[in-house]
């Protein structure tokens, strides 16, 4: 089955306490992108890689760091949470991205708490 | 700068009653325009997408959204709903920017069926 699988699903932590949030696609797809749900905010996109070693900011990217070393693998990392990243987040990955067109195939979603 | 607004964040609606989601954009450029459905506990899902041609485009589970250039327009809309339509729903328009497709969201409308 074609999916995009995040892990964890949820998880709540302290302030500083470095976290990564692991996404992995079985689709073979180049495009791969992070977003955060904030309520009244809708989905803001913190990273996203075009392929493999290639990675670049959306439109919230501090406090977070990506990295690209396999397709199929694009983890978020968090070095020092702070309460203002406890958030929705969610791993999408697409077919390319270079076209408008092209579909994104979200994850389950991580929902992350920070106290 | 493009942007998404989803006039309504929340929409009560009774079970076999219309449904209209409104979603306007803001673009100086031809637009791609699509609908995304998140229903409770799961990632976002495809639910049409309009990129030229008729202006009337049908999606999944009876779905359909009229592309509106005038009026700069793309609203959901279903003739009866059902319990199982309870979801958010997500109006998002599709740019290249600095060479990466990148998916503009507004900020969600979440509809809920009263039985």
């Known amino acids: 089955e074609a999916q995009v699988t995040q892990n964890p699903r949820y998880l709540i932590t302290v302030t500083g306490k470095k976290l990564t949030v692991t996404c992995s696609q079985n689709m073979n797809h180049e495009y791969m992108s992070w977003y955060r749900q904030d309520p009244g905010l809708g989905l803001r996109q913190i990273y996203y890689s075009m392929n493999v070693e290639v990675t670049d900011k959306g439109d919230v990217p501090e406090g977070y760091k990506v990295s690209r070393k396999e397709k199929r693998n694009f983890p978020l990392i968090l070095e020092s949470p702070s309460p203002n990243q406890t958030s929705l987040y969610f791993c999408?990955?697409?077919?390319?991205?270079?076209?408008?067109?092209?579909?994104?195939?979200f994850g389950q979603g991580t929902r992350l708490t920070v106290v | 700068a493009q942007s998404v607004t989803q006039l309504d964040s929340q929409v009560p609606v009774f079970e076999e009653a219309p449904v209209e989601l409104r979603c306007n954009y803001s673009s100086s450029v031809s637009v791609y325009l699509f609908w995304y459905v998140q229903y409770p506990n799961q990632g976002l899902q495809l639910l049409l997408k309009y990129l030229s041609g008729s202006t009337l485009v049908k999606g999944i589970n009876g779905f359909e959204a009229e592309f509106n250039k005038s009026q700069t327009s793309f609203h959901l809309r279903k003739p009866s709903v059902h319990i199982s339509d309870t979801a958010e729903y997500f109006c998002?328009?599709?740019?290249?920017?600095?060479?990466?497709?990148?998916?503009?969201f507004g900020q969600g409308t979440r509809l809920t069926i009263n039985p």
């Open positions: 998002a328009v599709s740019l290249i920017l600095q060479g990466a497709q990148k998916l503009v």
């Open positions: 999408a990955s697409s077919h390319t991205g270079l076209v408008r067109d092209t579909e994104a195939f």
